[in-house]
């Protein structure tokens, strides 16, 4: 199973798909992380990166479709991935469906995390303090928060339309948030055992 998580920062995307990678036996691909990875490169690229980050500006989508589908041709993938925080623009959808067309298979289910605004910046400024990310400070923050409504958010309509969006409350446990994507999953499996 391919599956995209789509949320704004700190709508719990990296947890939840630390959870369904036990459940689902599937690896999680961040390329929030992957960005990071390269950042920490002592190289011209990587403070390049760091500079996008550190704006909470996105990075460029072909650079990112091309990190990413280096991950995706692992064997690991093979059976399926948790795509956390990618796609994050049409043109990154759009590039993902062209990667995956050629292979026979695509993106099976897409969550959308919903979480009212406050929660998010209370959450991320939470994190801040345990985490030290370069970019969880309020003003990087409230420009990331922006870049999802502009960019990120119109994906939803996009897999709206392809009947692959599953819209998830994510206002309350992680362990409430797991349970409806867990039961998503499970219905989604019976529509397609039912198909056949
Ligand atoms: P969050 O969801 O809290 O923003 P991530 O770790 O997913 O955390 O992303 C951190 C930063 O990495 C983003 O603000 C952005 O600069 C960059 N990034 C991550 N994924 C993408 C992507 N798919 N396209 C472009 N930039 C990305």
Redesign the pocket.
Known sequence: MRIVFI?????G??TQCQRLVELLGIPQL????M??EVQSNESALGRWIGR??DA??????HL?MRILAQRLEDDECRDGCLL??????VV?AHLLDEYFQPKGYGIDLVFDLQVPRELLVER?LKRAEIEHRS?DQLETIQA?LK?FETLTAPLLEYYRRRRLLCTIDGNSTPEEVFAQIRDAIRHYDQGQAGSF
């Open positions: 949320g704004p920062p700190g709508a995307k990296g961040s390329t929030g992380d960005l990071r996008h980050l909470g500006e996105l990075a460029p989508d990112v956390d925080g990618v796609p994050r623009t990154q991320l970019d990331r870049v």
